[in-house]
């Protein structure tokens, strides 16, 4: 990415860090399935994926919420068991039914550092996860949500959360919450928007708040990004993939940004080549927005995107600038959430793009590209964040934007530069799309 070029509000050289996760060395004792949820939300503010969900959280209160009627969730669906079953054959029957979207790999990954201190009694060492297959999601029964008001929007108890995930009880360390054990956790602390999701660092569009005795999450960040992770088969309207569409970012006349073994565009289109290939022997389609060392337009690639259906969009950059390191990937910002800009402001807007009537997928979609990419690659982890920038806010397809790494860090820049770690980030962008198929599975027609 370089500034100005996409005409964007540029990217936040903010929230470095590792994702890190102590193993809680208790475990939760796994409620009895129901086959329904009760509910006090209306049907808009479900913490699911199978309701309608254009609406974003605006300023002006959801004061409704405590007066609507109670819904039934069916929880049928949400069974581990059918996971496989609305998926083609030619896939692992084996899910993760809980974090669908990260693999197991990413997890491992996650583990080399332990952190939260003597909470849960792990050490470095201790990270290493069992190798027994996930256990099957075990909701609890009655959740009813009881939201809470800070800073003029609803927010959500993690306790609340962890009953409706069937996770267990909230362990504490002072400002540092922990939901789940052993691969199935969500982590973060009271007052940041640093936020794990199985070790996989995403960046909250509001901050974690502690509201009485409780850490509570803010209802936009439960529902555009921890539900779609957790219960992507749940997304309302989700086609089944058959086509890539990706877009090698800059080129021509635009060499995004320039380091000293090479230009982005140059790196962009080589990942997106070597994607290509890898895509096209595992059976899917797969479109480019450029091919050779072109300008192509914002407009027109986004063009190229919005022709296509049954299809994810990826656009592939390098960053660039500071001393920053790593690799980060970007969904477009619901309405109303702030994007983030290089300087670490956030900028809202209450402006509906096309792109928002995709945020379960491009949630999911961003989760499986990251996690893959962690996994893979061995970079620092930036987390999955948010932006608008033109590329995923005008596209109608599940659309992200992956950062490989930094042309101006000297150990990122050489490794941009190796076929071999263009060709990780390939194998990736592979793994990603297996996994969303897999987790999101849509529509067969
Ligand atoms: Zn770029």
Partial sequence: M???????RGLSSQNLGVAVLPVPSSSISPAPSPSTLTLSFQRSELPRGSVPDTDAETPLGESSLTESPCVEIPLSAAASTNLSTSNSAGFPQKVAPNFPLISRRSVLQGGARCALGGMAG?????????????????????????????SGR???????????????????????????????TLRGAADSTDFFISRIKCVLSYPLAEVGASVCISRLDLVKLVEPV??????????????????????GSDR???????????????????????LSRAGYKVV???????????????????????????????????????????ALSPRGVPSMSNEGARVSDFGVYPGNSRDPENTAWATAAHAAMIARCGMIDRGIKRA???????????????????????????????PWYR??????????????????GGSLT
Avoid at 257 to 275: H, I, P
Avoid at 392 to 413: A, C, Q, T
Wanted: glycine share 12%; hydrophobic share 40%.
């Fill in 2 to 8: 370089k500034f100005g070029v996409l005409s964007q």
């Fill in 122 to 150: 792990a050490v470095a060492g201790a990270c290493g996860l069992r190798s027994e297959a996930w256990a099957a999601p075990a909701p609890s029964l009655g959740v009813t949500w009881r939201p809470v008001q800070f």
């Fill in 154 to 184: 609803d927010y959500l108890p993690l306790e609340q959360v962890g009953r409706f995930y069937g996770m267990g009880t909230v362990q504490r360390a002072g400002k540092e919450c922990l939901l789940g054990s052993g691969e199935k």
């Fill in 230 to 251: 957790l219960r992507p088969f749940k997304i309302d309207g989700a086609e089944r993939v058959e086509t890539i569409v990706l877009d090698a970012g800059h080129g």
């Fill in 256 to 278: 995004g940004a320039v380091g000293r073994l090479g230009d982005e565009k140059t790196f962009t289109l080589d990942v997106a080549m070597r994607t290509g290939q890898l």
């Fill in 288 to 330: 480019f927005t450029r091919t050779s060392d072109e300008f192509v337009s914002l407009e027109e690639r986004v063009q190229v995107a919005n022709r296509l259906s049954r299809a994810l969009f990826i656009s592939v950059h390098f960053n660039s600038g500071g001393s920053g390191s790593g690799v980060e990937t970007f």
């Fill in 388 to 418: 608008r920038f033109y590329v995923i806010r005008e596209s109608n397809l599940p659309s992200v934007l992956i950062e490989g790494g930094f042309l101006s860090h000297s150990e990122d820049m050489q490794r941009i530069a190796s």
């Fill in 423 to 440: 060709q990780q980030l390939a194998g990736s962008i592979l793994e990603a799309v297996r996994n969303y198929r897999r987790a999101v």
